[in-house]
């Protein structure tokens, strides 16, 4: 089957420490997101990438960091700078430019909790 | 004027009737729109995508595109109360250090009382 997986569901950590979230895609999607949501808030871009060994910050890099070395994987640090690290992450990945179809696809997100 | 708004509701409608989404658009955004459905605690699901002015359905869904009018529908026929959720509507832009990126409004919340 193909799609988007996350890495673990639910993560749990102390302050001050790093934490990398997994994301890894069969999709042969060039396009990856990563994304943050806050209880009863949208989506807000940290990073995308639109190919491999390549990123852009998105609205919210601060405090955050990406890595693009294959295809299907677009693994996010939240670093201990990040001030509020608690939140819902999302990845995402869209079809290769070129196919015509621009929707992004979901995985089903990382729940992280930092006390 | 935000890229992508949307009205965050709650909107509430009885079981069988039509629920109607909303969305505008600023000139800041592609001509391809993108309606999505999230419940509660999990990720976003396509529900749509929708490039050409005009209707697109799909089953018990509708998107409409009114490119004179920068907005973009989501209706739902008959509702059901497994249609409650939040809805995102979403577009194509420009990222401002390079690429293209997905712009989501912040989702209208759906109630379809039983």
């Known amino acids: 089957d193909g799609g988007i997986t996350q890495s673990p569901k639910y993560l749990f950590r102390k302050e001050g420490q790093n934490v990398t979230l997994s994301c890894e895609q069969n999709?042969?999607?060039?396009?990856m997101y990563w994304y943050r949501q806050d209880p009863g808030q949208g989506l807000r871009l940290i990073y995308y990438?639109?190919?491999?060994?390549?990123?852009q910050k998105g609205d919210i890099a601060e405090g955050y960091s990406v890595s693009r070395e294959k295809k299907e994987s677009f693994p996010l640090t939240v670093t201990s700078a990040q001030k509020n690290p608690t939140a819902f992450y999302l990845c995402a990945s869209s079809p290769p430019p070129g196919t015509g179809s621009y929707e992004q696809y979901f995985g089903p997100g990382t729940r992280l909790t930092v006390t | 004027q935000k890229e992508v708004e949307q009205n965050s509701g709650p909107l509430s409608v009885p079981e069988g009737a039509i629920a109607s989404l909303n969305c505008t658009y600023s000139d800041r955004v592609s001509q391809s729109f993108f309606w999505y459905r999230q419940y509660s605690g999990k990720s976003p699901e396509l529900i749509m995508s929708?490039?050409?002015?005009g209707d697109k359905e799909d089953g018990r869904f509708t998107a409409q595109l009114n490119k004179a009018s920068q907005y973009v529908s989501l209706l739902i026929r008959d509702s059901q109360p497994s249609d409650s959720a939040t809805y995102l509507c979403a577009s194509r832009g420009e990222g401002v250090t390079g690429g293209f990126k997905t712009i989501f409004g912040a989702g209208t919340r759906l109630f379809v009382k039983a």
């Open positions: 990438s639109q190919i491999v060994n390549d990123f």
């Open positions: 999709l042969n999607h060039d396009a």
């Open positions: 929708i490039y050409s002015n």
